[in-house]
């Protein structure tokens, strides 16, 4: 099939979270599965500096051409280049004075949230493009908010222009957190007929809504695992939009999200001090002993290791690991975190290593490198999450031979099968219920006292490691989604 990917991120070039590297990974596997493939993506400041970097700059794919938006011109470039390692053609949608800006989510100079104007011209711009290229979808694919409006176009404007007849869309939800929400007053920015109002398709409470907007048009919705899929069904997950969730309930499809196994992968991985693999685990021990180097531990010290990294919020359940920390300390666990985020836990992650020297150890930012010592060096991972719609960790944990300790949740209940001590032919971690610090510290002692059962723990690691989360399993997925999108595109729902 002929697929284009509409995204404001996009590994290398553009990242906040996992929405980038899932726009990164999973149009390569579909190359590699035989579709045509291709991603629009705005040229954010921060990828021009990660061209300007390797002192090279993406082809003109088109001349500049304008796009009008309530009768404002704006001109508009198209560069072109391919997603490295792989023959996929990235187009990116240039327009300085609204995506160079310092973060990619960023107001404007007067501190106004201008994301509709920004993602409504990125769409339009995308659209025109295509038109010009000659490249006409057989299926679009928007993630998050960003680029809904292409999906509201290919629903409720094709009437008006019959360029979007037989195009098939499918939306995938993220982070259903964030969802593009605007006022009234906004809505002509976006050129949609009347009705996309007054039917209730883009409003919301009284305002305007992408992500509903998006899910209302959709041909196919989905979202990144299954159990994820269904929590946004529910008043708890939803984040107010399950009602209209549960209303697409049979156009509602969860699929785990995959590893780049090129990037993560013990027996490949340069990053770390010694390569391993499932048949030959020593490089994991010398691995371990790099680490607590790094982290100024004693690397004699048989007591477990425990590895964290992730954006540090409430979300991320770190608070909970605070609350945890002192005690596993005082059992004789160690403790290794690295991640950035909201000031008060970055605070606290520092205080935690300065009150505990030799046992807990703080790194505040983050480190692609370290990431990876972390992945390959600790024992045993932990992700705390309150939710977490896929997760990549704990995946990166399973292959690195590093059970994970997670809560029930999202994509991690989706991954990691919890010991339960009856379990050891297919265990592959450790699972916890309620998002509370006690419940956390009892599940790490559980495993703690799994880990100096050296036979037990190693049966744990194999069952993680033969574990398939290539980006290949998720691409077959999406190869059923397409069709059935095909198969409704434009029936009632």
């Known amino acids: 099939m002929r697929v284009t990917h509409l995204s404001a991120e996009c590994v290398p070039f553009a990242k906040t979270g996992g929405l980038g590297d899932v726009v990164g990974a999973l149009p390569k596997a579909q190359a590699a599965r035989g579709h045509d493939v291709e991603v629009f993506l705005p040229f954010h400041l921060e990828t021009a500096e990660w061209y300007r970097r390797r002192l090279r700059w993406?082809?003109?794919?088109?001349?500049?051409?304008?796009?009008?938006?309530?009768?404002?011109?704006?001109?508009?470039g198209l560069l072109r280049d391919v997603l490295p390692g792989s023959g996929v053609p990235v187009w990116f949608v240039a327009h300085d004075p609204l995506f160079h800006r310092t973060r990619i989510y960023a107001p404007d100079e007067h501190g106004r949230d201008d994301g509709l104007w920004r993602f409504t011209l990125f769409v339009r711009a995308a659209v025109e493009a295509m038109k010009r290229l000659g490249r006409k979808p057989e299926i679009l694919h928007t993630h998050d908010w960003h680029p809904a409006l292409a999906v509201m176009l290919g629903a409720w404007s094709s009437w008006r222009d019959r360029w979007w007849d037989d195009i098939a869309s499918v939306l995938t939800i993220h982070n259903i957190a964030y969802q593009g929400?605007?006022?009234?007053?906004?809505?002509?920015?976006?050129?949609?007929?009347?009705?996309?109002?007054?039917?209730?398709?883009?409003?919301f409470a009284g305002a305007v809504n992408l992500l509903k907007g998006a899910i209302v048009a959709a041909d196919m919705v989905t979202a990144v695992s299954p159990r994820y899929a269904w929590e946004i069904t529910t008043p708890e997950g939803g984040a107010g939009l399950d009602g209209v969730l549960r209303t697409r309930g049979d156009r509602l499809v969860g699929i785990l999200n995959g590893v780049d196994t090129s990037v993560w992968n013990p027996?490949?991985?340069?990053?770390?001090?010694?390569?391993?693999?499932?048949?030959?685990?020593?490089g994991k021990a010398l691995c371990r002993r790099d680490l607590c180097r790094v982290a100024g531990f004693d690397p004699d010290d048989t007591g477990m290791v425990l590895g964290s990294v992730g954006r540090l919020t409430d979300q991320k359940g770190f608070d909970l690991f605070m609350g945890a920390a002192p005690e596993l300390i005082r059992r004789g666990i160690r403790i290794v975190l690295l991640g950035t985020g909201e000031p008060q836990l970055e605070h606290a992650i520092r205080l935690l290593a300065a009150h505990h020297p030799g046992r807990a150890s703080a790194f505040?930012?983050?480190?692609?490198?370290?990431?990876?010592?972390?992945?390959?060096?600790?024992?045993?991972?932990?992700?705390?999450?309150?939710?977490?719609?896929?997760?990549?960790?704990?995946?990166?944990?399973?292959?690195?031979?590093?059970?994970?300790i997670v809560r029930r949740v999202g994509g991690l209940a989706d991954s990691v099968a919890g010991f339960d001590g009856a379990n050891l032919d297919?265990?592959?971690?450790?699972?916890?219920?309620?998002?509370?610090?006690?419940?956390?510290?009892?599940?790490?002692?559980?495993?703690?006292g799994l880990f100096h059962h050296p036979g037990a723990w190693r049966r744990l690691i194999a069952n993680g490691m033969v574990q398939d989360f290539s980006w290949d399993r998720s691409a077959s997925a999406y190869d059923a989604v397409y069709r059935r999108a095909r198969e409704v595109r434009g029936l009632p729902w």
């Open 58 to 76: 993406p082809d003109q794919a088109l001349p500049p051409f304008d796009v009008s938006i309530l009768g404002r011109r704006y001109t508009v």
């Open 426 to 448: 297919r265990g592959t971690g450790f699972v916890f219920e309620n998002p509370s610090a006690h419940e956390l510290a009892a599940e790490v002692l559980r495993a703690q």
């Open 181 to 203: 929400v605007y006022g009234r007053e906004e809505l002509p920015a976006l050129g949609l007929p009347p009705e996309a109002w007054t039917g209730g398709g883009i409003e």
């Open 267 to 282: 027996s490949l991985d340069d990053a770390i001090a010694k390569r391993y693999s499932l048949t030959d685990l020593s």
């Open 364 to 404: 505040v930012g983050y480190s692609e490198e370290l990431a990876h010592k972390i992945e390959a060096g600790a024992d045993a991972f932990v992700m705390p999450s309150r939710f977490e719609p896929c997760g990549l960790n704990q995946m990166y944990s399973l292959a690195y031979g590093t059970p994970p």
